[in-house]
């Protein structure tokens, strides 16, 4: 990305907000050199967990502090963010991080997806196709997959070094053997180039494929873990199945109730109570139903200051 | 002679602080031959085991084992302290097996029974899930549980029933050597005689080779060939497994042949 500043990379600069003065994304430069240096690390070993200094971050940890860590340490003046929650731009983890950089770096912010150049993502992939140059940042609670399967982290460290899965193998065989199908349904398991098995994150299943190929820079932040690990460009991503149970992604057997789309993935939404309920796209910035407040005229970018008024569908 | 071993170990020895827990031990083994490891309990017997199955590294000594040439390797004796990691790894989970004394500490008792047999195929590789099943089916056959007990839990069986499933599950990968440890100690005396039957005509139609630690005689006559006395850490006697306890030649092996209680 374009980096913080013209000048030197360590000289800070300073954001002038009232009586709070912040570095440039909040961190210091110190520590977004430190985690730039990690992210190179983790994308030239697709899928590894790479341990760094996570800090303290203003928000509590299950927010998104590993996300935000490497947003801040990548994010430049040119720079045009979106950030989601569970696909939506207008729930309250979305508003409060975008917000956070609004007034710690002044960038751009946005809700459409093709107009970022940084989309930091918790719980979903944007439904719209990424392209080169752009960069997905997703929050990641638990980046061990093999968490509750292996309890020592020695251990699993090890599994990871000599890539040693089958445990992961017998959780998928212990599904079909009890359920009748890998229950598996979100932070679905995934084999990155070959070789690393990776969490990819609680996104749901459906979004599993979009992980593999994408032509967009994919990185994994843990803040409370403290590992950082990414997805580069074109990069094969499998979702591990068995050869007679292969891997498939949700299907719902209607549209989206506002915008009819019949591809993207869906929420229950209860609308009254009686009973009530319909399904709506995930990813507000896909849907095209007509309860989507959209500023019409300026390509939906936002400026510095705030967050979009009302993104959130009113039916 | 030497081209046929399969397991050398010469001057075996594991150290607790000061204290030997077994030490100076040297045997071969060769391809389909039992050995039982006898003493009573201190006597250093589960450490020997846990120091040739690689679970416990040596102190002093070596140990040699014939590994069958692959990938990750040449074949041939080769002493077990050189292999990398991961060949060790491999190795324990494909040639060797290893049956712990409980059951418990053997499986994975949180996933069935059938996942627990096809554990090694899968880490293996196997990604097919019918094969996988047919598979465990059939193990669970040869060791004489029912295949449609396949997706129970291992706690839903009873001890024996759970020690022929650490059988069925270490078995899967057809090792060459198999470690037991006390494989019958934990269970009442009429299953203890259908276990070791089942365990002799496996042994038998698989040819493996077993290390046997038990403080049973009767378990030694039964399956071993040849026997290890150990006292205090050190082999006070070894040889042909009749010969020791018709004609036990040390003073302990013969206070231990003569204090076997009998009916």
Known sequence: MTGPSASTPLE????????HDYNFGFLDEQTKRHIRRALLKAVAIPGCQVPFGGREMPLPYGWGTGGIQV??????????????????????????????????????????????????????????????????????????PLFRLEPRRAETIKLHSLAEYGLMSVRLYEDIAQLGAISRTYDYPVQVNGRYLMSPSPIPKFDNPKLHMSPAL?????????????????????????????????????????????????????????????????????????????????????????????????? | MSDDLLLSVRG????????????????DLHPGE??????????????????????????????????????????????LADLSEARQRMLSRTEWGFVDQNP??????????????????????????????????????????????IDDMPSEFSGGMQQRLQIARNL?????????????SGLDVSVQARLLDLLRSLVDDLGLACVVVTHDLAVARLLAHRMLVMKDGAVVESGLTDRVLDDPHHPYTQLLVSSVLMP
Not at chain 1, 12 to 19: D, M
Not at chain 2, 172 to 184: A, G, I, N, S
């Open chain 2, 172 to 184: 899967v990968t057809r090792p060459r050597l198999v470690f037991m440890d006390e494989p019958t």
């Open chain 2, 12 to 27: 075996a020895g594991k150290r607790y602080g000061s204290r030997w827990a077994c030490r100076n031990v040297s045997f």
């Open chain 1, 71 to 144: 947003t801040a340490s990548l994010i430049g003046r040119e720079d045009v963010l979106k950030v989601i929650d569970q696909g939506a731009d207008g729930t309250v983890n979305a508003v409060n991080i975008r917000r956070f950089f609004a007034r710690t770096t002044s960038v751009r912010t946005t809700t459409r997806t093709e107009l970022a150049s940084i989309i930091q993502t918790r719980h979903r992939i944007p439904e719209k196709a990424l392209h080169e140059g752009q960069i997905l940042v997703f929050q990641v609670p638990m980046p061990e």
């Open chain 1, 12 to 19: 800070p600069s300073a954001i002038h907000q009232g009586e």
């Open chain 2, 34 to 79: 039992v050995l039982a490891v006898v003493g009573e309990s201190g006597s250093g017997k589960t450490t020997l085991l846990k120091l040739l199955s690689m679970r416990l590294a040596l102190d002093e000594g070596s140990v040699h084992y014939a590994a069958r040439p692959d990938g990750s390797g040449p074949g041939g004796l080769r002493d």
């Open chain 1, 218 to 315: 994919q990185l994994f932040g843990a803040g409370r873990e403290k590992r950082l690990y990414a997805v580069p460009p074109y990069t094969p991503v499998r979702s591990l199945a068995f050869d007679d149970h292969p891997f498939e992604v949700q299907r719902w057997d209607q549209a989206c109730g506002l915008c009819g789309s019949a591809v993207s993935f869906l929420d229950e939404v209860v609308i009254d109570d009686a009973g009530g309920r319909m399904f709506v796209c995930s990813d507000t910035d896909h849907c095209s139903g007509p309860g989507i407040a959209r500023d019409p005229q300026s390509a939906e970018t936002l400026a510095p200051s705030g967050a979009p008024a009302s993104l959130v569908p009113s039916p």
């Open chain 2, 104 to 149: 418990r500490d053997g499986l994975r008792m949180a996933v069935s029974a059938g996942a627990n047999v096809a554990e090694r195929l899968m880490v293996l590789g196997a990604e097919h899930y019918g094969r996988l099943r047919d598979e465990a089916r059939d193990w669970m056959g040869r060791v004489e549980l029912a295949g449609d007990r």
